[in-house]
């Protein structure tokens, strides 16, 4: 009768945990450019066709960029990016810069579908930049916009015409992480961060690539960018729930579950999973787990952005 409670206790565990992940998982808009009526062009030379992003000789001086809302994949409901934690991944293959040089977003997320740069708009993105008229030293930035401001990484990338890069642009509060790497992800390449947005850069629900309105328009890039995925959505619905998970090793949580000494000592409430232990060597429970709350669905919320579930 012990071994089956025992039993019956880890699984019900396991339900929670695995729920958990299932669900903080789910929450992934991805893009693979084959559908253009999702996207909105603002000009005409930053599209999507044949199945790629396009930079055709977009240039800046002027807003030509395009844009889409970020949306649950199976619903297809406008959600946002968590204010404090979430993963962006896409590839740009750059085949050629006029001589003016250039200064684009690649990826960028927005508070709104206007111009990155105008107005209150907040922006997190990769830019495409180099010296006017030097478009041999481009290099990849972290591009950070807080309203009326904003400001780029002092580090930097390198960067080589009719290479293909993938990149994954992580938040995590106030630290944005670009990292360059492999087809598959496994391979870090090269990093850069920017360690200094402030908490008020938030209500991210848009994607755009484009030109930089405020650059000579001697700027011009031509390339493309597919593969695009972010995993750290919210909306009303994901929010405060289940929406992250934390990052524990399960197999100590499971080892450290409560052994009864009795059918009735079994308690699925207080003593199952936030009781301390009583002191008997024998007798265990899940003793300062950090953040047992998160049985009660508080700490893989986005008030808890250090359980996040970025990945």
């Known amino acids: 009768m012990k071994r089956l409670l025992i039993i019956q206790s880890i699984a019900l565990v396991l339900v929670f945990l695995t729920s958990s992940v299932s669900f903080g998982q ?3 808009c991805s893009d693979d450019f084959s559908d253009a ?10 599209t999507v066709a044949n199945n790629v992003g396009s930079f055709t000789q977009t240039q800046c001086g002027a807003d030509n960029r395009c844009w889409r809302q970020l949306t649950e994949p199976c619903s297809g409901t406008a959600m946002k990016l968590n204010n404090e934690a979430w993963v962006g991944k896409i590839s740009f293959t750059p085949t050629y810069i ?41 290099v990849f ?3 950070v916009k807080n309203a009326g401001s904003w400001d780029v990484s002092s580090q930097y990338i390198t960067s080589s015409l009719n290479t293909t890069y993938y990149f994954r642009l992580t938040r995590q509060q106030g630290v ?28 991210l629900g848009y994607l755009s690539f484009g030109a930089l309105s405020n650059g000579s328009s ?26 992250y ?12 579950v409560y052994v009864p000494q009795s059918p009735g000592d079994l308690n699925y409430g207080t003593s199952f999973f ?15 787990v950090p953040n047992v709350g998160w049985l009660n669905n508080n700490c893989c919320t986005k008030s808890h952005p250090e359980k996040a579930g970025v990945r």
């Open 26 to 28: 789910s929450a992934v």
């Open 218 to 243: 001697t700027r011009r890039l031509t390339g493309t960018i597919d593969n695009f995925s972010v995993d750290g959505l919210e909306n009303t619905e994901f929010d405060e729930s289940f929406h």
């Open 37 to 46: 009526t999702i996207w909105t062009p603002v000009n005409s030379n930053a």
């Open 98 to 138: 006029y001589p003016g040089g250039v200064a684009h977003l690649i990826m960028s997320f927005c508070s709104s579908n206007g111009d990155p740069l105008a107005g209150n708009t907040d922006c997190i993105g990769i830019e495409y930049y180099s010296e006017i008229n030097d478009p041999t030293n481009s």
């Open 274 to 288: 936030n009781a301390a232990a009583d002191g008997a060597s024998d007798r265990r429970v899940i003793n300062e």
């Open 141 to 143: 930035k972290i591009f």
């Open 245 to 256: 998970f934390p990052n524990e090793n399960w197999f100590d949580w499971l080892t450290s």
């Open 176 to 203: 944005v992480t670009l990292e360059s790497c492999n087809s598959t992800y496994s391979t870090v390449n090269s990093t850069i961060s920017y360690t200094n947005v402030a908490a008020s850069v938030e209500n």
